[in-house]
């Protein structure tokens, strides 16, 4: 509906095909200052020097209500290290320290994107903790306050709301499990234990949340891209993972789902796709169950002694090590697994609630022939067949229903767990919070609720007058400042710059030197010099300043500022770089080009074909007009 206004994303506006999708986003956006309650470093070297280990638990919040989210976490019974590194983290993150008060650059910066997107600043501040033990943070809450609401952004489908702008604190970083564990358990692996980094803990975060008001996933990837594009016009961290979307998707009929940590904007477009068609299919796997006149009750059993000889290697396995099995059926379930859902079967929609355990799942569905015509008579696991059969006798279940089982540790939580999910089927969709991996999404845990948040004491209260509000300046957008440069570059170059994060350093060699020269080195040679696999990170701003320098006052051609660059990442020093780039004079270019004229005369070459030989020949140290100009002197 472009161009016209949004008002109720599950009417007229959404569509039809649409299913009356409803869609909201969150932008999180790392700021390039202290961190946000102490005065530590925010730029991450992960030198680490020792380590702390925590447990956390689940606590009721001020209504007396434990947060879902929280309690599903702390069933996992995990153990948290942390490493420390040496000004990049303190006591403050060790949650051994009170909170310094907040980051006055951090602030300023958060009132700055309020302003940009129109939004009401209240007159006073107050920090909020919000209950997180999965284990990013050592205090089990991560500190969060609003600083804006009721806010707009105009896109080219309509005006979409602003909900909130707050400023909260980055999470701990975790690092791969198994390594984690080893190192601190001394080298041997220690089931549960995650590491995290604590120099990300505390960076200050920008969270931009929209309301749900936007209705197509084309009108998502815009708000995601203008919120981006808007953030970058004040002082923010750039890189990868500097700035990440957490989607929150419903269609009519389904729930809320919260897709987090999703970084590859080109992809959001899909990912709400397949998100809405496995909202889709759940809804019709709700009504089918129902007609089915499914009853699901909690009867799993530990049926490790059955299984203590299974055919399965890992069963048996598991079995040795002192893991145990566990078996429960789910009625009227039988042959709905391997239906689709999103990008993935239902199976793997259930399967991923035993995953949250570290576990795996067998199903029925694995077991029996496939009675598909593409895969009639196969089956993942044939050679299970009588051992499922067996359970089938002892769990008292029919045909229709659909056998599992988990082995491990946690494999009587697992099986619960699947149960539990199994009867939301028969409501629909579940609110869930879900992790992007690729274009799909995968459970993570429940959706948090209202529980989780309750007031952060060791803070006071922030006033913000008028007056320190009208002091606020609001930066000029990447919009802004993309119309006054295709004065002087193209339409495609300026592209190229605003979306890259060399922006910033773009503007600062503009001030000083020709911005052409400046804009192509950071386009084209820059990006031809990072697809032939150069470590480009190497170059630092002094090294563009310095080559530009060199090229404008004449001691290396124009031309040559790609190798100079080169040079810079393979560590050769600008006075070799001047000696083996440095400018040939005009005899020495007049020798070198009529020797090449010489040598292919009788080809029948113009002057663009020896521009070319001698411009490969001097390899950057002539200008192409010093070039040309002594071709067409010798050519006549």
């Known amino acids: 509906m472009k161009g016209k206004s949004i008002t109720d994303a599950r009417g007229e506006t959404a569509g039809n095909d649409n299913a009356g999708l409803r869609v909201g986003i969150e932008i999180h956006q790392r700021l390039d200052t202290k961190k946000l309650f102490c005065s530590c470093d925010s730029r991450q070297r992960n030198q680490s020097t020792s380590i702390i280990e925590r447990r956390l638990r689940a606590v009721p919040g001020e209504l007396g209500d434990v947060d879902p989210a929280a309690l599903h976490e ?18 403050v993150e060790q949650d051994d320290e009170p909170p310094h008060p907040m980051n006055q650059d951090a602030l300023q910066i958060g009132l700055q994107v309020c302003k940009l997107l129109n939004c009401d600043v209240p007159d006073e501040i107050y920090v909020m903790r919000k209950t997180v033990i999965d284990g990013s943070n050592t205090g089990g809450f991560q500190r969060t306050a609003i600083i804006g609401m009721n806010g707009r952004l105009e896109t080219s489908f309509g005006m ?56 197509t996933p084309e009108q998502a990837h815009e708000v995601a891209e203008k919120l981006g594009m808007l953030l970058r016009a004040t002082k923010v961290q750039r890189g990868i993972g500097s700035i990440r979307q957490d989607v929150n998707i419903s269609i009519l009929g389904g729930e809320r789902i919260e897709v987090k940590g999703f970084q590859e904007l080109r992809e959001m477009t899909k990912l709400i796709e397949n998100e809405t068609a496995r909202q889709k299919s759940l809804l019709e796997i709700k009504n089918e169950l129902i007609k089915r006149g499914s009853k699901i009750s909690d009867n799993s059993m530990d049926v490790t002694e059955v299984l203590r000889n299974s055919k399965s290697d890992k069963i048996r396995k598991t079995v040795l090590e002192g893991g145990r099995v566990y078996a429960a059926s789910l009625s009227k379930f039988a042959g709905l697994m391997k239906k689709q859902c999103g990008d993935r079967s239902f199976g793997k929609e259930l399967s991923s609630y035993v995953e949250s355990y570290g576990l795996g799942l067998i199903h029925s569905d694995e077991v029996l022939p496939d009675k598909s015509a593409e895969n009639s008579g196969s089956s993942k696991f044939p050679f299970l067949l009588d051992e499922f059969e067996e359970l089938r006798k002892k769990l008292k279940s029919n045909k229709d229903d659909l056998i599992f089982i988990s082995a491990g540790k946690d494999a009587d ?38 529980a989780r948040m309750y007031p952060e004491t060791d803070i006071s209260p922030i006033k913000i007058s008028r007056s320190v ?27 190229q710059l605003i979306h890259s994060k060399e922006f910033p350093i773009f503007e600062e060699l503009s001030k000083e030197h020709n911005p052409l020269l400046a804009a192509t080195m950071l386009t084209s040679y820059l990006t031809d010099l990072r697809r032939k696999k150069f470590d480009v990170e190497k170059l630092t701003d002094y090294d563009f300043h310095e080559i530009l320098y060199l090229a404008e006052k004449g001691a290396i051609s124009k ?10 990442i393979e560590g050769i020093s600008f006075d070799e770089i001047k000696q083996k780039l440095g400018l040939l004079d005009e005899a020495k270019l007049e020798e070198i080009i009529k020797k090449i004229i010489a040598q292919n005369q009788n080809k029948g070459l113009n002057e663009s074909a020896y521009m070319g030989l001698a411009m490969k020949e001097i390899k950057g140290r002539a200008d192409g007009e010093a070039v040309i100009k002594i071709v067409r002197k010798l050519m006549k």
Do not use: H, W
């Open 74 to 91: 702390f069933k996992r019974n995990k153990i948290f290290v942390y490493k420390i590194s040496p000004g990049e983290s303190c006591l």
């Open 559 to 568: 031309n040559a500022v790609q190798e100079a660059m080169l040079m810079r």
């Open 469 to 495: 509000l009208d002091q606020i300046e609001i930066p000029r957008t990447l919009e802004d400042k993309a119309k006054d440069l295709k004065k002087i570059l193209s339409n495609e170059m300026v592209s």
């Open 160 to 215: 979409v709301d602003i909900f909130s702008v707050c400023l909260e604190e980055e999470a701990a970083r975790i690092e791969d499990r198994q390594k984690a564990a080893a190192e601190s358990s001394g080298g041997s692996r220690a089931e549960g234990k995650f590491v995290y980094r604590l120099s990300g803990l505390g960076v200050p975060l920008v969270e931009i949340t929209t309301s749900s008001n936007i209705s």
């Open 413 to 450: 939580k697992a099986c619960r767990a699947v149960i539990e999910r199994a009867k939301q089927c028969l409501t629909g969709v579940p609110k869930e919070t879900r992790i992007a991996d690729g274009i799909g999404s995968k459970f993570t845990r429940p959706l948090p609720g209202s």
